[in-house]
């Protein structure tokens, strides 16, 4: 493999609160020491509140590199480079409908080259699966 894939991993299927139609990564594929932006176009098919949150790990083999959860609106309100677009507007809730979910960023100069894995599992303010995404990135060249 090169570059980067993603794959949703939902138990819901088609009936997820986040439906993920297309997730578009520049440059493509991501470099170390590079600025990425990634663009997630999604519907959001029930109401998200405020409380909603994701569990992120990335793992390098069968090692967990990083292990965090996030709460989704507080990272949309303090991280000025995370952009909502809503017909709802920004912020919480997020009513049904179309939405855009972009981050820019700058990757890490220090990536191992290696094929990492990133496993999203985000989830509503009840604990109700939300998204369910498994990303592989390789940085070998």
Do not use: H
């Amino acid at each position: 493999m090169t570059g980067w894939s993603y794959a949703d991993q939902s138990e819901l299927g088609n009936t997820n609160p986040l439906q993920i139609e297309s997730i578009v990564l520049t440059p493509d594929p991501p470099e170390p020491g590079k600025d990425l932006k990634a663009v997630i176009t999604a519907t959001v098919t029930n109401e998200i509140a405020e409380g909603a949150y994701a569990d992120v790990t990335v793992k390098l083999g069968l090692i967990k590199m990083i292990q965090k959860q996030f709460d989704l609106f507080t990272e949309l309100k303090n991280r000025s480079e995370w952009t909502l677009t809503a017909d709802s507007g920004s912020g919480a809730p997020v009513t049904p409908g179309p939405v855009v979910l972009t981050f820019d960023g700058k990757l890490p100069r220090e990536i191992p080259r290696a094929q990492f894995t990133v496993l999203v599992r985000a989830f509503t303010v009840d604990d109700d699966e939300l998204a369910t995404l498994d990303f592989k990135v390789n940085f070998m060249k």
